[in-house]
């Protein structure tokens, strides 16, 4: 067995979940629907797929029998991705009788939200209204999220190895460990490698830390698989052998070592009662740690602005052809606008006052044909704000119809208009984000990489968004995951740059909707680490928690105000 494809996972289909949330529901004046007493409510809680946008039920709260105020016991707990727009839908019933059909019972409304509207509001609280059944008031719907506390654990690990099997023909082995998390359908998912110790078949592996849900996705008992290897340079990895364990079997090691024994299958076939194993692995240390979460900080009340800038160069292409990538069709949207749908509608939920700068560069302004890096989309210099997404993109689609498309790709005046705002904001009660999308090449490298290096000491993150067939070479070296950036000798102080081409992530059949949801994956997906990043090197901890919601039914009226109603 070789171990060639170790890696080569769809990070579409094997993410991991940034943590787990509990939801709890309640309810207020729901609709009367039973004659002789009141209602019995449940609540159903539906989920919906991102490719085929279909609605599947996800749970049931129980009934409680005779209210119009319940406060449902049963909780939901949901896998919690802050790259995803994840859709929820919440559908309240009157029971009736004992059948699980949903059709049998009376409807007492619904409402939607995503995940992100819930725990990006304020203390992990949402209020909103129910609807559904025309003319009625239906009441509303209350939904609190808690972060479950064992997602926010990490552990330090750290193994060594003892006698393991001799796979070069001239040296010892070059061991490494490779590490998987079993998902719910016995497949398993890579979730680390060690580094590999050059010859040697007693190798000593460093210390490493890993978030405890990578490796069980919060579940203490689900198998962890580990493979050992001998590291071969043409990638043909040579199979040692491996062993399983368990978080809770490991974290048990925390006061004595704990030995596993690798096991190859083909040689204990070959071999039979004279194979005993391929070596061992001992468990030396395992630190477990509870660390502060980006949840922390956005239920203590951080709030996340977002900002979008938009190549407006003549390379883009006439906006009137539809060779533009500008152009704007009656069917679908363009690059520019999926882009910018894909990232702003998840952004949009940590943002309470939902008002988005949107800015453009590159272009000749109304109404004497000066060259800005750096307008405001609305026409309003002074005020650039644009209300919602929606807003965003209606601005977008105005600026196409006024402006004249020019030159050259400078990105450092809108860097340095958020830096701006970000300067100002450094005590952790705001982050901030940057989406730029362009089409080719920057002409200010120089300036750009000055600004970035500047701007990574602030709470701040940039996303770039390469449109159309263009080489962005320039776009890759900003994004600083091989190497940190520079300017004139000084390096940024982290990475907080995330360069995609969304040409890789568009679907081939035509889906819009699952191509901006893989688009939206990968450039949010390392704005969480980005934020805590932050918030620790500065020592910032998470703003108090509002007091807790304490759900309590309506106050009863007085009995002599009920008198006087009765006689109205």
Request: glycine share 8%.
């Amino acid at each position: 067995m070789n171990m060639a494809c170790i890696g080569d996972a769809d990070p579409f289909t094997a993410a991991i979940p940034a943590t787990k949330v509990e939801l709890t529901v309640s309810c207020r004046n729901l609709l009367d629907r039973d004659t002789f007493s009141k209602s019995d409510p449940i609540c159903v809680l539906y989920t919906q797929g991102i490719a085929n946008r279909e609605w599947r039920e996800f749970g049931r709260t129980e009934v409680i029998d005779n209210t119009l105020n319940p406060d449902f016991v049963r909780k939901f707990i949901l896998d919690y991705f802050f790259e995803e727009r994840q859709n929820l839908r919440f559908d309240l019933y009157d029971l009736d009788c004992k059948s699980d059909n949903l059709s049998k019972h009376d409807f007492l409304g619904q409402a939607f939200c995503t995940l992100g509207e819930i725990v990006g509001s304020l203390g992990g609280r949402l209020e909103k209204p129910l609807t559904g059944i025309p003319g009625k008031k239906c009441g509303a719907i209350i939904v609190r999220a808690e972060e479950l506390s064992n997602c926010r654990e990490s552990v330090m690990l750290q193994f060594c190895g003892n006698k393991l099997d001799k796979k070069d023909f001239f040296g010892k082995s070059d061991p490494f460990l490779v590490f998987y998390r079993s998902n719910e359908d016995g497949s398993y998912t890579i979730c680390h490698k060690t580094e590999v110790v050059k010859n040697t078949l007693d190798p000593v592996w460093q210390a490493f830390k890993i978030p405890v849900r990578a490796l069980c996705n919060g579940d203490y008992d689900r198998s962890i698989k580990v493979e050992a290897y001998d590291w071969d340079r043409d990638g043909g990895h040579d199979f040692i052998g491996d062993f399983s364990t368990s978080y809770r079997e490991m974290s048990r090691s925390q006061s004595q070592f704990h030995i596993y024994e690798v096991l190859n299958p083909k040689k204990k076939g070959k071999k039979k009662k004279k194979y005993q194993n391929s070596g061992t692995v001992t468990l030396l240390s395992c630190l477990v740690d509870t660390e502060l979460s980006f949840l922390d900080y956005i239920r203590g009340g951080t709030q996340i602005n977002f900002t979008v800038a938009i190549d407006f160069t003549a390379s883009n292409g006439n906006p009137s052809q539809p060779t533009s990538l500008h152009y704007m069709s009656p069917y679908h949207l363009n690059d520019y606008a999926m882009a910018l749908r894909a990232v702003g509608e998840i952004i949009q939920d940590y943002d309470s006052d939902k008002m988005f700068p949107a800015l453009g560069f590159g272009a000749k302004l109304p109404p004497d044909g000066r060259v800005s890096h750096e307008f405001a989309l609305n026409g309003n210099p002074q005020n650039p704000y644009c209300s919602g997404i929606e807003g965003v993109m209606e601005a977008y689609y105005q600026s196409l119809k006024s402006v004249r498309l020019y030159g050259p790709t400078h990105f450092s005046p809108v860097i340095n208009h958020v830096a701006r705002y970000a300067s100002a904001m450094t005590d952790g009660s705001q982050y901030f984000i940057l989406l730029i999308i362009s089409d080719g090449v920057i002409t200010d490298m120089a300036q750009t990489k000055e600004s970035i290096v500047n701007a990574a000491s602030l709470p701040m993150s940039i996303i770039i968004v390469g449109v159309g067939p263009a080489e962005f070479d320039e776009m890759i070296e900003l994004d600083g995951d091989e190497e940190r950036i520079s300017s004139q000798g000084r390096y940024a102080e982290r990475d907080i740059v995330q360069f995609v081409p969304f040409r890789d992530y568009i679907d081939r059949r035509g889906n819009h909707i699952l191509s901006m949801a893989r688009l939206a994956k990968e450039v949010l997906a390392e704005i969480p680490d980005q934020f805590l990043s932050y918030m620790r090197t500065r020592g910032i901890k998470p703003g108090p928690l509002p007091p807790p919601y304490t759900p309590c039914p309506p106050p009863a009226l007085h009995p002599l105000l009920c008198r006087r109603v009765s006689r109205i």
